[in-house]
Structure formats: structure tokens, C-alpha cells
């Protein structure tokens, strides 16, 4: 599965609009992008996931570039319960070898 | 979203001794699931595959000895850490890919606290 690519660390004022990028140059093209976050202590929650076209559900909103090579994850109001580390994945859909493999991810710190 | 149950959330045991943890899809079936190892301040490590009815699939560098791995039914999928020392005081975390549904997501338990001592 491809590489990606999340800064460690961002901040968002309670109530904004939380973007987070994610770089996967080199997804190929019958790999979906996943986030997940974990909350500290937690096991991870699913998020949202999508293919080429932007995704939206009633927790998040997904913007993938035209070309694949990087996805943002859009929290459209903060709350200091999205405080968290968000997972950008890369796997395909279906398969064995739709393994998710975590890397490092963001963490997410939302201030009051 | 589908319910992933782990059991149990923690747990503290003597040296020496094995320790079995649980893992259920509440509210659908799973061909596969995962298990996880979480040190503290580090991301989520898979350590197996496992395939109902059939051998677990292990990660390089996991002791298919040490951690065993049972998935004897589409609903449950137990991990047992054999003769547990405390470099395996860890997190761990159980996972089940929803193969019934079309977005095909993997949901995860809450995770289980394990403590050698």
C-alpha cells in the first residue's frame, strides 16, 4: 500500500473549520483514502474514506485532488472533542491485501 | 457505525502467566480481522491477519508462538499472549473489516490494557 504523508502536529480554535492534508504521491488507482482518528486511550474510529470524488458524512467532509496525490479532511466546526490523532491510509478497497497500516498521524489539538 | 466489542478492557497479570482477549463484531459478520499492538507515544503496529477458519497471517518480526490467534466463528476472534513477560505490557487493539458491506470499512474495539508485571 502506498506511503503517506501527515504534518504532526496542528492547532484549531474551538468552533473553525479544522483542515487537515495528507500527501500520497503515490497511491495507486485502485486505492482508496481513509482517515481515522484516535482519541487518546481509544481505539480508532472510522471517519470517512473515498476514491476520487469528495466525500462528505455528517462528520467530516474529504477533498481529494484531481490528480490523487493528496486528500485534506475538513472538520467544518472544531469542537475540543475532536482533540485527536487523524490518520490519513491509503489501502484498497477489497482484498487481502487491504491491510490498514497506520503511520504516525496528526495530532489535532483544538484550543477554546 | 458498526460496533466492534473487546474484552477485556484491561488487564494486570503475574509474569509467566497467559492472558486471552476477546474480540466481537456486535452487529455483523467478519471474514477478517486485525490485531494491533500499541506502544505508549507510538502509532498502531499490526501484528496479525486472521481469516475465519483458517491460519492467522503474521506481521515480520511477530512471535505466532508467543501470540495466538483464534477466529473460529464470523463474529469472534481471540488473542492469546502465551507466557507473558513485561516487555508485552502493551495496547492492544482488535479490529473487523465489515466484508458484508459495500463500503467494506474496518471498525476497531476499544482496546485492551495489558499490564505484566
Known amino acids: 500500500d502506498a506511503k503517506t504523508t501527515q504534518p504532526p502536529s496542528m492547532d484549531c480554535a474551538e468552533g473553525r473549520a479544522a483542515n487537515l492534508p495528507c500527501n500520497h504521491s503515490t497511491i495507486s488507482g485502485n486505492e482508496y483514502v481513509y482517515w481515522y482518528r484516535q482519541i487518546h486511550s481509544q481505539g480508532p474510529q472510522y471517519i470517512i474514506h473515498g476514491l476520487k470524488n469528495n466525500e462528505t458524512n455528517e462528520m467530516a467532509s474529504l477533498i481529494i485532488t484531481e490528480d490523487r496525490k493528496s486528500s485534506t479532511l475538513i472538520l467544518p466546526h472544531a469542537t475540543l472533542r475532536d482533540t485527536a490523532v487523524y490518520y490519513c491510509?491509503?489501502?484498497?478497497?477489497?482484498?487481502?491485501?487491504?491491510?490498514?497500516?497506520f503511520g504516525q498521524g496528526t495530532t489535532l489539538q483544538v484550543k477554546p | 457505525g458498526a460496533v466492534v466489542s473487546q474484552h477485556p478492557s484491561r488487564v494486570i497479570c503475574k509474569s509467566g502467566t497467559s492472558v486471552k482477549i476477546e474480540c466481537r463484531s456486535l452487529d455483523f459478520q467478519a471474514t477478517t480481522m486485525f490485531w494491533y499492538r500499541q506502544f505508549p507515544k507510538q502509532s498502531l503496529m499490526l501484528m496479525a491477519t486472521?481469516?475465519?477458519?483458517?491460519?492467522?497471517?503474521?506481521e515480520q518480526g511477530v512471535e505466532k508462538d508467543k501470540f495466538l490467534i483464534n477466529h473460529a466463528s464470523l463474529t469472534l476472534s481471540t488473542l492469546t499472549v502465551t507466557s507473558a513477560h513485561p516487555e508485552d505490557s502493551s495496547f492492544y487493539i482488535c479490529s473487523a473489516r465489515d466484508s458484508g458491506g459495500a463500503k467494506n470499512i474496518q471498525y476497531f474495539g476499544a482496546g485492551t490494557r495489558l499490564s505484566v508485571l
Open positions: 486472521s481469516n475465519e477458519g483458517s491460519k492467522a497471517t503474521y
Open positions: 491510509i491509503v489501502r484498497v478497497l477489497y482484498g487481502n491485501t487491504g491491510k490498514l497500516i
